[in-house]
């Protein structure tokens, strides 16, 4: 069993950046990883993915070009750096596996409870 739990979360002004960690306690295989946003009230966003070597990554269409996914296997953790951010951005943003890649949340697993983000002057 896969736990992943998400740090790094907090209050940034417009502009300004965030890195976000997602630390993994068990083996993650060959998974991919992935990080989604959600707002209240609304499902879950893709907002990227990576392969478990890291060749492979995809972005949603709103933040490509400012945020950054990419992971370290020797320390089991995925990280979303998050440059020029907006206040639309502002949501609870999770990681989870998935064994194939996908923007689908429904075939994401074992998902971390969240880290707020807030975009905001």
């Known amino acids: 069993q896969v736990q992943l739990q998400e740090s790094g979360g907090g209050l940034v002004q417009p502009g300004g950046s965030l890195r976000l960690s997602c630390a993994a306690s068990g083996r993650t295989g060959s998974d991919y990883m992935g990080w989604f946003r959600q707002y209240p009230g609304s499902g879950r966003e893709f907002v990227a993915t990576i392969s478990w070597g890291g060749s492979t990554t995809r972005y949603g269409d709103s933040v490509r070009g400012r945020f950054t996914i990419s992971r370290d296997n020797t320390k089991n953790t995925v990280y979303l750096q998050m440059n020029n951010l907006h206040p639309d951005d502002t949501a609870v943003y999770s990681c989870?596996?998935?064994?194939?890649?996908?923007?689908?949340?429904?075939?994401?697993?074992?998902w971390g409870q969240g880290t707020q983000v807030t975009v905001s002057a």
């Open positions: 989870a596996t998935a064994p194939l890649l996908t923007k689908d949340p429904a075939r994401f697993q074992n």
